[in-house]
């Protein structure tokens, strides 16, 4: 059974860069979306990007595009997110998941939280 | 970006009761159209997709249905684990986008 964990620092001071790993574990990354969404505390959903690790194709959320960037490392089962010149607005919990092609996210990692400090 | 309309924000409904929970796109997104469901503390979880379909493993009594604009989540008869938050994808074109969400408390 596929397996998601992200890790990452907790805290970050605002205008610094956010960065996270998912690792994924008991299947391998290829051949699937991975997308990266974040929930703020009490709030929604909001889908930041993914990456489709067969082609290296990329698909960011316009209102982030500037500041993120998407990884992917097949070697090790990794996929990595980094967001710049992080805010307060930038606190959340930090999901990675993995996605089908018109499915949607079917494996969901547990979530890590970031706070953006100031 | 396609914006989802969740309705109602907020269920209040007994075990055994059926509930539907509306979700509406501002323009046409076929089927293109999942729903996940959410408990504190836990990542959320991929109920249906492409709008009918029943990912493996959730039970019968989750059902969808609707395309284009217009799609409904329902539940035949709430049990103690179906209090949660409910939303709704859109993956017909980017950026993806959910709804806001519907709690479901019990009543």
């Known amino acids: 059974q596929v397996q998601l964990q992200e890790s990452g620092p907790g805290l970050v001071k605002a205008s610094e860069t956010l960065s996270l790993t998912c690792s994924v574990s008991?299947?391998?990354?290829?051949?699937?979306?991975w997308s990266w969404i974040r929930q703020p505390a009490g709030k929604g959903l909001e889908w930041i990007g993914r990456?489709?690790?067969?082609?290296?194709?990329?698909n960011y959320n316009p209102s982030l595009m500037s500041r993120v960037t998407m990884s992917v490392d097949t070697s090790k089962n990794q996929v990595s997110l980094r967001l710049s010149s992080v805010t307060a607005a930038d606190t959340a919990v930090y999901y990675c998941?993995?996605?089908?092609?018109?499915?949607?996210?079917?494996?969901w990692g547990q979530g890590t939280l970031v706070t953006v400090s100031s | 970006d396609i914006q989802l309309t969740q309705s109602p924000s907020f269920l209040s409904a007994s075990v055994g009761d059926r509930v539907t929970i509306s979700c509406r796109a501002s323009q046409g997104i076929t089927s293109y159209l999942s729903w996940y469901q959410q408990k504190p503390g836990r990542a959320p979880k991929l109920l249906i997709y492409t709008a009918s379909t029943l990912q493996s493993g959730v039970p019968s009594r989750f059902s969808g249905s609707g395309s284009g604009t217009e799609f409904t989540l329902t539940i035949s008869s709430l049990q103690p684990e179906d209090f949660a938050t409910y939303y709704c994808?859109?993956?017909?074109?980017?950026?993806?986008?959910f709804g806001l969400g519907t709690r479901l408390e019990i009543k």
């Open positions: 998941a993995r996605g089908i092609q018109g499915v949607g996210n079917d494996c």
């Open positions: 994808q859109q993956l017909y074109t980017y950026p993806i986008t």
């Open positions: 990456i489709y690790t067969t082609s290296g194709e990329k």
């Open positions: 008991g299947g391998s990354i290829s051949n699937y979306y």
